[in-house]
C-alpha cells in the first residue's frame, strides 16, 4: 500500500531526521509521490551541515535527473517533466535554508537546471521575465493561459526558504483556473538582490507593475498569492498598493498586528530557539537560524507588524486567510486580527483545526480551492 501524507506522524517541529505531518519536510510534501524513498533517504541522514547534507540530497536529485534525460530522449516529455520535478525538489531540500555558502550556491544551480529542464515542453509555456526596480534587476516566471482576450492574473509570492522553482505548481494551479501568473522569489532569497526589509515592498510593486503591463493580462483584475512569509508579503503589498491588488490568498503570514499572550509568546520563542539549533551551513559554522527571545519578537512586531506599518486599514479588497491552528511560526491569531478588524464581508478564512505551519497536508483541499476563489473575486 503506497504510504499517504495522511499516514505520517503529526509534528509541528523543524526536525529534518524526522519525516512527520507538519514538521520540517511539510514544505515539499506535495512534491513528492514516494514517501517511503524520502524516508529512505531522511533514515540515512547523520548531520545537517552542508558537507553530509548536500551530497544526500545531490545524489537524490541525481538519479532523478537522469531519469529525466533518459523519458526525454524517448520522447516521454510527461514522464521527463515528472522526474526532473522530483529531482528538482530534492536539489530544494539539498540548498535549504537558501544559498548561504558555495556548496550551497552550486546545489541551488542544480536545483534551477532541473527545473528548467521540466519546464522545457511546457504548453503554454513558461516565460523567464526580468524584472528592473531602482536600477536592480530580479527574475521571475510568467504564464499564461491561451486566450483571445485579456485574463486575470495573480502574483505569486514565495517565502524565505522556499523559491520560485518550488512553486511551480501554483502557477499551475492558476492555468486551471483561467489566471495568468507571475512567479517570484521573496526579497533577499534566490535570484532577487533586494534586502529582507520592509521598504522591499518595493520590489513587489515593481513586479506586479510588469505583470499588469503584460498584453495577456488585464491590468484591472490582478490579485496576489503567498505562503508563509510570502503570506505575509501578500498583504503588505495589498496595503501598500491597494488600487492595484484586487485580491488577496495569505497562506499563514506573521506579524499582522495580533499580540500574543505571555503563554504564546513562551511557546513561539521556545519554537524558534529549537529551529536555531540545526546548522545547515558549513561544519562549525553558526546556526542557520538565529536565536530568539521575546525582546526580539516585540522589537520585529514594532518594524514589521502591518498595524506598525498602518496598512491594515488599506486592505479593503477580498482577502482569504489560510492556516493550521498549530502554526509556531505564524501564530493562528494573526488570522482572528484581520477577521475582527476587516471590512464587514470582506475577509474570510479557513483554520485548519488538526494542521501546523500553513496546513501543507491539506494541500489538495486549500490550493485548488485558492485559485479558484482568486478567479472568482477577480471576475
Not at 515528472?82 to 546545489?107: Q, W
Not at 512567479?183 to 521598504?199: H, K, S, Y
Amino acid at each position: 500500500m503506497i504510504k499517504r501524507v495522511e499516514d505520517l506522524e503529526y509534528r509541528t517541529d523543524e526536525d529534518p531526521f524526522v519525516v512527520a505531518r507538519g514538521g520540517f519536510y511539510r514544505r515539499w510534501l506535495s512534491m513528492i509521490d514516494d514517501l517511503e524513498e524520502l524516508e529512505r533517504i531522511v533514515g540515512g541522514l547523520e548531520k545537517t551541515t552542508e558537507e553530509h547534507w548536500v551530497p544526500v540530497w545531490r545524489a537524490a536529485g541525481k538519479r532523478h535527473e537522469d531519469d529525466g534525460d533518459r523519458h526525454e530522449a524517448a520522447g516521454d516529455f510527461a514522464a521527463a517533466r515528472k522526474a526532473y520535478l522530483l529531482a528538482k525538489t530534492y536539489y530544494a531540500i539539498g540548498r535549504f535554508p537558501g544559498e548561504i555558502s558555495p556548496m550551497k550556491a552550486g546545489i541551488s544551480a542544480d536545483c534551477a537546471r532541473a527545473y528548467r529542464k521540466a519546464c522545457a515542453h511546457l504548453d503554454p509555456p513558461m516565460e523567464v521575465m526580468d524584472i528592473t526596480c531602482e536600477g536592480k534587476t530580479f527574475r521571475a516566471h510568467f504564464r499564461a493561459p491561451k486566450s483571445d482576450t485579456p485574463v486575470a492574473a495573480v502574483l505569486i509570492m514565495c517565502g524565505s526558504d522556499v523559491f520560485k522553482e518550488d512553486r511551480g505548481w501554483a502557477s499551475e494551479r492558476a492555468l486551471e483556473a483561467g489566471l495568468a501568473s507571475l512567479v517570484m522569489d521573496a526579497p533577499g532569497t534566490g535570484e532577487n538582490p533586494f534586502p529582507w526589509v520592509p521598504e522591499s515592498v518595493k520590489a513587489w510593486v515593481a513586479a506586479i507593475d510588469a505583470l499588469m503591463a503584460r498584453p495577456e493580462v488585464d491590468a484591472n483584475r490582478v490579485g496576489a498569492f503567498g505562503i508563509s512569509r510570502g503570506g505575509y508579503s501578500v498583504m503588505q503589498l495589498a496595503g501598500t498598493a491597494p488600487d492595484k491588488v484586487r485580491a488577496v490568498v495569505a497562506n499563514a503570514g506573521h506579524p499582522f498586528g495580533y499580540r500574543m499572550t505571555d503563554a504564546e509568546m513562551a511557546a513561539f520563542v521556545e519554537a524558534r530557539n529549537r529551529r536555531s539549533k540545526f546548522v545547515f551551513g558549513p561544519e562549525g559554522g553558526p546556526p542557520s537560524f538565529p536565536t530568539w527571545s521575546v525582546e526580539k519578537e516585540n522589537e520585529i512586531f514594532d518594524g514589521w507588524a502591518l498595524s506598525s506599518l498602518g496598512l491594515v486599514d488599506r486592505i479593503t479588497m477580498p482577502v482569504l486567510m489560510i492556516n493550521g491552528k498549530e502554526d509556531h511560526l505564524a501564530p493562528i491569531g494573526n488570522i482572528y486580527y484581520m477577521l475582527d478588524s476587516g471590512p464587514v464581508g470582506m475577509r474570510s478564512a479557513r483554520v485548519y483545526p488538526d494542521a501546523g505551519h500553513c496546513a501543507f497536508e491539506h494541500y489538495r483541499d486549500w490550493a485548488p480551492a485558492s485559485f479558484r476563489w482568486l478567479a472568482e473575486k477577480l471576475g
